[in-house]
């Protein structure tokens, strides 16, 4: 890139970033020049992006256009609440031409609760905005505030164990499990008290699990109900999420009903 180029560009990415670091609760206005202009913005495929106690890596895709062709995307920049944030610059940004006046970079922000790295608090779980600033040959420019938002969630597990195995006709089956979620503070999973889950069930056989009933977790997240022996099948607990936590499902568990 030219330097004259570069020192542009350095200038404008400057300014809009320190209008949205210092002042995070204001909606800044888009920033462009000239005709170009972005297509299509993905982060993580368009799924959630799901964050337990170890790194995760989210791939960016950004398709833009201009008369003159793409030169390139200056940075990729994620926010969250307030001291959750991470970026990466272009020369971690790959932008490949679709055609002469196309082209889609690409790039990966690697959120790492254990080194602080975008995610510094639970707070991180919520609504993030990805902003960039895509540039043209021509020196057209575009920063769309925000390009595209997504949703960041902390990682749950939940585990069952059903007994005794075997078990006769008729008894009594005991269903424990746990239900936890990742702790981005102490970086641990923790148990996830007072939520809701389902017990489900699959008979020997069959391909559908049938709901059995709801059970609310203890403050530990501890979970714990009985049901009565009817046949060989299998049973886990299933718990729904929320907006700030993912969904779980445990392993299934066999009981030999004789």
């Not at 390139?72 to 959750?84: C, D, E, K, L, Q």
């Not at 031409?97 to 196309?102: F, H, L, R, V, Y």
């Not at 424990?176 to 007072?194: E, Q």
């Amino acid at each position: 890139m030219r330097a004259g180029t570069r020192l542009v560009l350095f200038g404008i990415t400057a300014a809009m970033l320190a209008t949205t670091v210092g002042v995070r609760t204001a909606q800044a206005a888009d920033v462009k020049q000239g005709d170009i202009k972005i297509n299509k913005a993905v982060v993580n495929g368009g799924r959630t992006v799901v964050v337990g106690t170890r790194a995760v890596a989210v791939g960016v895709a950004v398709t833009a256009t201009d008369n003159s062709g793409i030169s390139g995307a200056r940075h990729f920049s994620a926010f969250g609440p307030v001291a959750n944030y991470l970026q990466i610059w272009d020369d971690e940004i790959t932008c490949v031409k679709q055609s002469a006046t196309t082209s889609t970079c690409t790039g990966t922000l690697v959120l790492d609760p254990a080194r602080g790295q975008g995610i510094r608090d639970n707070n991180a779980a919520a609504t993030w905005q990805l902003r960039t600033l895509v540039f043209a040959h021509d020196l057209d420019y575009i920063a769309p505030n925000p390009l595209v938002a997504f949703k960041v969630q902390r990682h749950a597990r939940v585990t069952a164990n059903a007994a005794p195995e075997p078990v006769k006709k008729g008894r009594t089956i005991t269903v424990t499990g746990a239900l936890s979620r990742a702790d981005w503070n102490t970086v641990k999973y923790a148990g996830y008290g007072k939520q809701k889950a389902t017990l489900q069930y699959l008979r020997k056989g069959t391909k559908k699990y049938v709901n059995l009933k709801t059970v609310t977790a203890s403050s530990s997240g501890a979970l714990k109900t009985t049901v009565k022996a009817t046949a060989d099948g299998y049973f886990r607990y299933v718990y729904a999420g929320n907006p700030a936590t993912s969904a779980a499902v445990s392993a299934a568990d066999y009981v030999d009903v004789r």
